[in-house]
């Protein structure tokens, strides 16, 4: 959010420059009372005071997952994996 009011902050402005999914800008005073409250997204935020800030090398990197495959339902509404597994021998 470039065009942020004087006096206002964005919740979170994230340490390692990304935008967060959801943000809001608040005022520096709410920004003290959610930190204050430990609200979860503080510990990235550039804004928060009392502890070191953390550099974006020392955040966690999101994993490369590997695409789940598609599982197609039998007729019954089962999965067909299951369906098979699930009939009497």
Do not use: W, Y
């Not at 928060?48 to 020392?58: C, E, F, I, M, Y």
């Amino acid at each position: 959010m470039p065009n942020t009011p004087l006096g206002m902050r964005v919740c979170p402005t994230r340490v390692d420059g990304e935008e967060a999914l959801f943000a809001h800008v608040i005022s520096v005073p709410t920004c003290q009372e959610r930190q204050r409250g430990q609200f979860h997204k503080c510990p990235s935020c550039s804004h928060r005071n009392g502890a070191p800030q953390l550099a974006p090398t020392d955040l966690i990197p999101r994993p490369e997952l590997p695409a789940l495959p598609m599982v197609r339902a039998a007729a019954g509404g089962a999965p067909a994996a299951l369906a098979k597994s699930a009939r009497p021998a």
